[in-house]
Structures are given as structure tokens and as C-alpha cells.
């Protein structure tokens, strides 16, 4: 995984800082993904707008789809044509990730490594090792893995506008929508709980804040 040293290390500094204060690796986890999520919140606020503004165009690119059906050049000609004018960015949902996608790796490499103490743990699990809620024979049942999957599908849900008539590529997009939770879970599945921990709680929050913008647009429009 790629990884940027002085994140690493400023990741580090601040869960020790807030075990200092807490005294509770979970908890530091918690708060870092809400300090995270503050921080970014002005990205965030635009990326959620723009989701919306998308939702609210696609009868529009229903349109173009109906009109250009047999010319596929014609469709992504008309549809970038109709976001630029609307002062719209399919791709800046992207950015958010971007930039969180360091303190991921960060965290991922803190919990496999030293830099944690082998007993940390949170509620009935350590942060160290996935988050078995059950056991049966040899199959462990990891809880936060599935929330986060669950949460994704919810999120994407939010986020991906409906489309009636969608050409290839996006029905190629839906596809991916379903497909994307199911590639997290497998993949989040074996990793450290902790790493899982601030995944989910930043999830979650992304969807509060979808669901309060939403509100808010309804309310004001």
C-alpha cells in the first residue's frame, strides 16, 4: 500500500495524544474520524450538492439517452455538455476519498505493526485483530466488516441518481453500486477491527450528512 510518512506519523501522534485523554484506543479512533470528517467538510458539503444536483438532472440525461441511443459519442458529448453547464462534477466525490485514503493506510499499518499495544481493545474486541462477534467451528463472524458493507449499499443508494432509460455506462455504474459493498466486505473481512472501526464510524457519518443536506435542499427549494 502506498504510504506518506508524515501521515503516518501525524496519525500516530494524535491517537496516542487522544489515549492520553480517553484512555481508550476505540474511542481515539472515534474521535480522529470526527476530527477527519471536520476537516473535510467544506469538500464534503460540495461533493454531497453535486450528488444531489446529479439526481436532480438525470431526467435530463434520461433525455439525451432516449435521443442518442444508437450513438454512444453523441450521449457522453450531450451529458458532459449538460454537466458543464450546470456546474456539475461527476468525479468530485472522488477527492474526499483521496485525501482519507493516506490516514487509511496509515491506520492499517499502525494496527499490523508495533506502534499499537497488543491488548488494545474496544467493547469485545481487539483493535488488532477483526472483530469476531461468534464463533461457529472455525468460522468467525466479524461484525463491523457487514455494518460497513450494509452502510455502503445505504450510502450508495443516496448517492447514485436513478436512471430510467441509462445507457451501457451506467447501467454499468449500478452494477458497480452493488457490486463495490460486496468487494469491501471481502476485502475488510480479515483486516484489524480498529482499521474497520474508523471505516465504519466514517461511513456513517458520511450518510448523516447526506441525509442533512438532502433536508436541507428539500426545505429550501
Known amino acids: 500500500m502506498f504510504r506518506i510518512k508524515f501521515v503516518d506519523n501525524a496519525v500516530l501522534a494524535l491517537l496516542s495524544y487522544l489515549v ?5 484506543y476505540g474511542l481515539a479512533i472515534i474521535i480522529t474520524t470526527v476530527i477527519v470528517k471536520l476537516a473535510l467538510l467544506p469538500l464534503s458539503i460540495k461533493q454531497e450538492k453535486s450528488m444531489i444536483r446529479m439526481k436532480e438532472l438525470q431526467p435530463k440525461v434520461d433525455e439525451i439517452n432516449q435521443k442518442y441511443k444508437n450513438d454512444k459519442a453523441k450521449i457522453q458529448e450531450m451529458t458532459a455538455e449538460l454537466y458543464k453547464k450546470e456546474q456539475v462534477n461527476p468525479l468530485s466525490g472522488c477527492l474526499p476519498l483521496l485525501i482519507q485514503l493516506p ?8 494496527f ?3 506502534a499499537i499495544p497488543a491488548n488494545a481493545s474496544f467493547l469485545w474486541f481487539n483493535l488488532k485483530s477483526p472483530d469476531a462477534l461468534f464463533t461457529f467451528n472455525n468460522f468467525s463472524f466479524n461484525f463491523l466488516p457487514v455494518v460497513s458493507a450494509i452502510l455502503m449499499i445505504v450510502q450508495q443508494k443516496l448517492m447514485t441518481p436513478a436512471s430510467q432509460n441509462g445507457n451501457e455506462m451506467e447501467k454499468s455504474m449500478q452494477t458497480m453500486m452493488y457490486f463495490m459493498p460486496v468487494m469491501i466486505l471481502v476485502l475488510f473481512y480479515r483486516m484489524p477491527s480498529g482499521v474497520n472501526l474508523y471505516y465504519t464510524v466514517n461511513t456513517l457519518l458520511s450518510i448523516l450528512l447526506q441525509l442533512y443536506i438532502i433536508k436541507k435542499v428539500r426545505k429550501n427549494g
Do not use: M, Q, T
Open 112 to 114: 499490523i505493526g508495533d
Open 103 to 110: 490516514i487509511f493506510v496509515a491506520l492499517y499499518y499502525a
Open 20 to 24: 492520553s485523554i480517553v484512555g481508550n
